[in-house]
């Protein structure tokens, strides 16, 4: 039962342009949600979180929204640059510390 | 070190054998958490500790996994019996003083291969 689902295994955006990166959930007791970033051979690292009581958070280029009625969240990346080329995993919680992610969407910025 | 860091990074196996991984987090965090990534696959929660004790067990797959953390900083995983199907790369974070708002800082991972 995959609770956090990313359905687009891949994204192609070229640089400048912007990357939007979509997430939907099935639990409705889901109250805080992140973004996270991998490079191959590296841990994911943190990009970006919103709360449950928000709509929107932004920090730089990157902002999270969520839209609570839909059970979706999606991350916009603007500019999108080469180094931004990663997976991208969104992940949520219920409360505790115990993350539940989705299975990743792999975005490439070309030139 | 700055981060969080995992030993070995590459561990292969056979059917039937025993592995421990070794996790050390960052300095002074004091709630520690292991997930599994199979191939395809986002991050699958293990476990998570904070201090000594396990805070939340749910998320292993079975007997043959257990974690210890005996004073509170570095944690080794225990697998018994190992099977093919634990094959995956197996994760580490900590974070400071756990708790969901708190940034879980990950460590590169150590690859399990069981042949």
């Known amino acids: 039962d995959q609770q956090v689902k990313q359905n687009s295994p891949s994204l192609s955006v070229q640089e400048g342009r912007i990357s939007i990166l979509n997430c939907d959930y099935t639990n409705s007791m889901f109250d805080y949600f992140l973004w996270y970033k991998k490079y191959p051979a590296e841990g994911p690292t943190f990009l970006i979180s919103?709360?449950?009581?928000?709509d929107k958070n932004e920090d730089g280029r990157f902002t999270v929204f969520l839209n609570k009625s839909a059970k979706h969240l999606s991350l916009h990346i603007v500019p999108s640059q080469p180094g931004d080329s990663a997976v991208y995993f969104c992940a949520a919680s219920k409360g505790t510390d115990k993350l539940i992610f989705g299975t990743g969407t792999r975005l490439q910025v070309f030139p | 070190g700055a981060g969080v860091s995992q030993t070995p990074s590459n561990k292969v196996t056979e059917k039937g054998k025993y592995v421990e991984l070794r996790c050390d987090p960052i300095s002074g965090h004091t709630a520690l958490y292991w997930y599994r990534q199979s191939l395809g696959q986002g991050p699958e929660f293990l476990i998570y500790?904070?201090?000594?004790?396990?805070?939340?067990d749910s998320g292993l797959p079975n007997d043959r996994f257990f974690a210890v953390r005996p004073e509170g900083s570095v944690s080794t995983l225990k697998i018994q019996r190992t099977e093919r199907g634990d094959s995956a790369v197996y994760l580490c974070?900590?974070?400071?003083?756990?708790?969901?708002?708190?940034?879980?800082?990950f460590g590169p991972g150590t690859r399990l291969t069981v042949l």
């Open positions: 974070a900590s974070s400071l003083n756990g708790g969901r708002t708190d940034t879980q800082y």
């Open positions: 500790f904070q201090g000594t004790g396990a805070a939340d």
């Open positions: 919103i709360s449950s009581i928000k």
